[in-house]
């Protein structure tokens, strides 16, 4: 394992929100009035598959000593930021606000969501920039935010869950795609589910176990929908990151979207390539966690299977347990793309960082 060179591009950190409280003086009067007649700032809605206090939430060493994991910038800056000595850093801030079952107090949240972290993170350290938080299940509401936010060029991408109430590629999401394509941000797809139904296809798990290792399941269903609709067909610019995918199962899925392509292609006659090469196009990973193999053979191979070199994107997952401390990428990568994973490779996928 090895740390990375100064100037990487992290695409992924996870600033947290101390509390509901900090969010009521970017809530417009009517919500603000609402959020507190209903008590609803007395919880705290970040996003989370375990206990607020489990372990599992943070590395022990980037915990502050108060509060959640992630909500401390002074640490934020520090560890990830100085740490690392990265040129820029992109926040996705992995809250509730986007699986409540209101679309109106969902955009709400959202809203004030995305003016808290541009005025209280953003403004405070320039190698900052940020995704846009949407209500995903309201695309007209999602769509008018992403137009909002966008007028910001430090917001680059905008920010939704890898499993919705529908699969990412049905038409309904489709003006979110088309606002996105309009100012030159990529969707980013978080591991994480609003819930709406069970992660796996048999249906609630009982341990964080089964829940963890089907993240990798539900993101081969995003670029199965993705790709199958014609999404990168409709919105040829678009590009999709995954973030906290994984990466060694594309090999298979490649493998598999291919060979089944081949024999119902029929079917999808908007689709001039293969699934494959959609997916190497338009779709880009990062690299926390990698669930790399024991060897650094078993990894190059891995590599050349892929096939591009283009696909990979620098992440720490900042504070979150799953990052290995300062062994930020795995043993074996050739050095040329080891330079475009820390850099190049995320310069081409979010245009406002230049």
Known sequence: MSVPASGAIDCDVHPALPNTQ???????????????????D????????FPVNAPINGRPDWRPEKGVPGSDFAMLQSQALDGFQNRFAICNVLHGAQAILSEDLSAAFC??????????????????????????????????????????????????????????????????????TD???????HAGSSYRHPPTNLGWPSYYLEDYVSWSTGFAGVLNSLISEGVFVEFPRLKVVLMESGVTWLPAWMWRANKTWRGVRAEVPWLDKSPADYARE??????????????????????????????????????????DGTDALPDG???????????DNAMKTYPRLS
Not at 127 to 154: F, W
Request: with cysteine; hydrophobic share 45%.
């Open 111 to 180: 809203r004030a969501i995305n003016d808290w972290i541009a005025a209280e993170w953003l403004a405070r350290d320039p190698r900052l920039r940020a995704s846009i938080v949407v209500p995903m299940h309201s695309p007209e509401l999602a769509a008018k935010e992403i137009e909002r936010c966008a007028a910001d060029p430090r917001f680059v991408q905008v920010l939704v869950w890898e499993m919705q109430e529908l699969p990412l590629g049905r038409r309904q999401h489709w003006p979110i795609y088309r606002a996105a």
């Open 333 to 343: 990568l050739p050095d040329a793309l080891v330079r475009k994973i820390l850099v």
């Open 42 to 49: 007395r919880d705290n809605y970040n996003a989370a598959a």
């Open 282 to 323: 338009h779709v880009r990973l990062t690299i926390q966690p990698f669930d790399a193999p024991p060897e650094q053979g078993q990894l190059q191979r891995i590599i050349e299977e892929i096939d591009c070199d283009d696909m990979l994107l620098f992440a720490t997952d900042y504070p979150h347990w799953h990052f």
């Open 22 to 40: 900090v969010l009521l003086p970017y809530f417009d009067a009517y919500w603000k009035e609402h959020v507190q007649m209903r008590g609803l």
């Open 183 to 189: 100012h030159d941000l990529p969707i980013g797809v």
